[in-house]
Structure formats: structure tokens, C-alpha cells
């Protein structure tokens, strides 16, 4: 069976601090990743999605970016975090880009 | 261009009541059309999706939805809520395989359910 992990399960951060965040998927090969940010337990906002080793799609510029060096490694970067980027960051992943996503437990990012 | 809306930001029933949570839904071609349940600090997790075929799909925990073509609709229902079905509800769709289309999430439901 296939899972997902995130790391970590929090963090706090101070402004002007670098980000990494990093989701991995187990028991699948070549899946389709995902980034999400959720404010405030509301909407969901896709952030990157890539389809393969070394490509990511931007859906929001901003100030964060995306990697994805192995098959089933994709993680989350910033070089100085804003205080608007406090949320809850989700990873998913799907066999096809049309189908079912399966969420990762998310991180809790506090930027102070 | 595909969008999904869900229209109440909030719904709340009387435990042992029926439930419905709605979503419209509006997508070139045939539609795949999915719910998801979020709880406190938790991913999201996958109730049920509808590609084809009988227009009831069910799902978890006793959940089930109803494809309507006619009115674009894909409401998720139950017919006796439980005080732990408390949870924020999304709805997604996307427009097939072979639209290389990705799902889009609704803006979500929160669903309180009073003992």
C-alpha cells in the first residue's frame, strides 16, 4: 500500500529564515505531487505540482519554490520566509493528474 | 475552464438527522467528481469519487453522493449524522483522463453536527 510523509509535523520559524519542507511517498513509483497551503482551516491553495523528476509547475508566484530531486521526494523551499507564510502546508499525491489525491498529515508553519 | 463551488460555508444537524452537503460543480465533458474530509490538523482524506457508471456512489463511514447531470450537482449525504462527522468537507473536480485536467477543490463546508 502506498503512504505519504511530511516533516516536520510543525515548525516556527522566525521572519527572514529559510524553509525547507519535505514530503516523501512510499509504494508507488513516477506519482504526481502536489504542494498545498490552507489558511485559517479554510480553502486550499495549490502552490506546485510537478509530474516527474526535476518538473515543477508554479500555479502562485510568491515567495516560495519546489524540487523534486528523486521520484518520490518533492519539497518545499523559501530562502526568507514572510509572515504571510504562516499555514498549514499539505503534500499529496495521485497516479494521474485527473484522479484521486492522497494527502500527506501536513505541517503547521508559524512564522513569528 | 472547470470550477467547483460549494455553496454553504456552514451546515449543522441534529445527531441521528440526515445530512446533505452541497456542491455544483461546472466542467467541460464528463466529469470526475470527488469529496474529501478534513479533521482538526489532519490531511485530507478521501470519502469517495464518481467516474462512471451508477449515479450513487458510496463511500466511508456510511457516506454516499449523488451524480446529477441535469443540475450539475454531486451532493454528499448521509441519512443519520453522527456528532464524530464533525469535519470540514470538500468537493473537487476534475475534467477527466483525457483532459491531462488536475482536480480543483472547493472552497469546503464545515459540518457540525450537535448531540
Known amino acids: 500500500s502506498q503512504t505519504i510523509h511530511q516533516w516536520p509535523a510543525t515548525l516556527v520559524q522566525p521572519v527572514g529564515s529559510p524553509l525547507s519542507l519535505e514530503c516523501t511517498v512510499e509504494?508507488?513509483?513516477?506519482?504526481?505531487l502536489y504542494w498545498y497551503r490552507q489558511a485559517a482551516g479554510r480553502g486550499l491553495q495549490l502552490l506546485f505540482y510537478?509530474?516527474?523528476?526535476?518538473?515543477i509547475s508554479s500555479e502562485v508566484p510568491q515567495n516560495l519554490s519546489a524540487s523534486r530531486p528523486q521520484d518520490r521526494q518533492f519539497i518545499l523551499s523559501s530562502k526568507k520566509l514572510l509572515l504571510s507564510d504562516s499555514g498549514f502546508y499539505l503534500c499529496?499525491?495521485?497516479?494521474?493528474?485527473?484522479?484521486?489525491?492522497?494527502f500527506g498529515p501536513g505541517t503547521r508553519l508559524t512564522v513569528l | 475552464a472547470q470550477s467547483v463551488a460549494q455553496p454553504e460555508d456552514q451546515v449543522n444537524v441534529a445527531e441521528g438527522n440526515p445530512l446533505t452537503v452541497k456542491c455544483t460543480y461546472s466542467?467541460?465533458?464528463?466529469?470526475?467528481l470527488f469529496w474529501y474530509v478534513q479533521y482538526p490538523n489532519r490531511g485530507l482524506q478521501f470519502l469517495l469519487k464518481?467516474?462512471?457508471?451508477?449515479?450513487l456512489v458510496k463511500g466511508s463511514y456510511g457516506f454516499e453522493a449523488e451524480f446529477n447531470k441535469s443540475q450539475t450537482s454531486f451532493h454528499l449525504k448521509k441519512p443519520s449524522a453522527l456528532v464524530s462527522d464533525s469535519a470540514l468537507y470538500f468537493c473537487?473536480?476534475?475534467?477527466?483522463?483525457?483532459?491531462?485536467?488536475?482536480?480543483?477543490f472547493g472552497s469546503g463546508t464545515r459540518l457540525s453536527i450537535r448531540p
Open positions: 510537478s509530474v516527474g523528476i526535476g518538473q
Open positions: 509504494g508507488t513509483s513516477n506519482p504526481n
Open positions: 499529496a499525491w495521485s497516479r494521474d493528474l485527473a484522479d484521486t489525491q492522497y
Open positions: 473537487a473536480v476534475s475534467a477527466g483522463y483525457s483532459s491531462a485536467s488536475k482536480i480543483i
Open positions: 466542467v467541460s465533458g464528463n466529469p470526475y
Open positions: 464518481y467516474i462512471t457508471g451508477d449515479n
